[in-house]
Nanobody, 128 residues
Framework: VQLVESGGGLVQAGGSLRLSCAAS????????MAWFRQAPGKEREFVAA????????YYADSVKGRFTISRDGAKNTVYLQMNSLKSEDTAVYYC??????????????????????WGQGTQVTVSS
C-alpha cells in the first residue's frame, strides 16, 4: 500500500484546510486509516482514525469538534477536514493505514504502532 498526502499549506488562525490521502491498491476498503502529526521537537501524535467500514471514528481531545475524518472508497481516499485551526495545529501531518484484521477500541486506533503503512507527510502551518 502506498499513501500520498496532499492539501497542506499556510493558513491563518481560525481558517480551514482539507487534507487528502490517496491510497494505492485494491484492498483500501479493508484498511483502517488514520492521521497523525508531528511538530518540530515533538513526538508524533495521534489526530484521528476511521475504521475500515467508516462506521467508527476516533479523535484526539485536542481536535474534537474541529476536525473530521472521512473516507471515500470509490476514490481510495481518506480526508481530514480541519476547521478553526490554531497555531498549535502546526505540524507535518501523516496518513497511516492499518492492515486487517483490525483491532478494537480507541487505545488501538490511537497507537501509532497499530499502523503498517505511512505516507511521506504534508506540512500544515497556521499563522497567528
Amino acid at each position: 500500500v502506498q499513501l500520498v498526502e496532499s492539501g497542506g499549506g499556510l493558513v491563518q488562525a481560525g481558517g480551514s484546510l482539507r487534507l487528502s490521502c490517496a491510497a494505492s491498491g485494491r484492498t483500501f476498503s479493508s484498511y483502517a486509516m488514520a492521521w497523525f502529526r508531528q511538530a518540530p521537537g515533538k513526538e508524533r501524535e495521534f489526530v484521528a482514525a476511521i475504521s475500515w467500514s467508516g462506521g467508527s471514528t476516533y479523535y484526539a481531545d485536542s481536535v474534537k469538534g474541529r476536525f473530521t475524518i472521512s473516507r471515500d472508497g470509490a476514490k481510495n481516499t481518506v480526508y481530514l477536514q480541519m476547521n478553526s485551526l490554531k497555531s498549535e495545529d502546526t505540524a507535518v501531518y501523516y496518513c497511516a493505514a492499518n492492515a486487517p484484521p483490525p483491532g478494537t477500541g480507541s487505545s488501538y486506533y490511537n497507537n501509532r504502532r497499530s499502523y503498517d503503512y505511512w505516507g511521506q507527510g504534508t506540512q500544515v502551518t497556521v499563522s497567528s
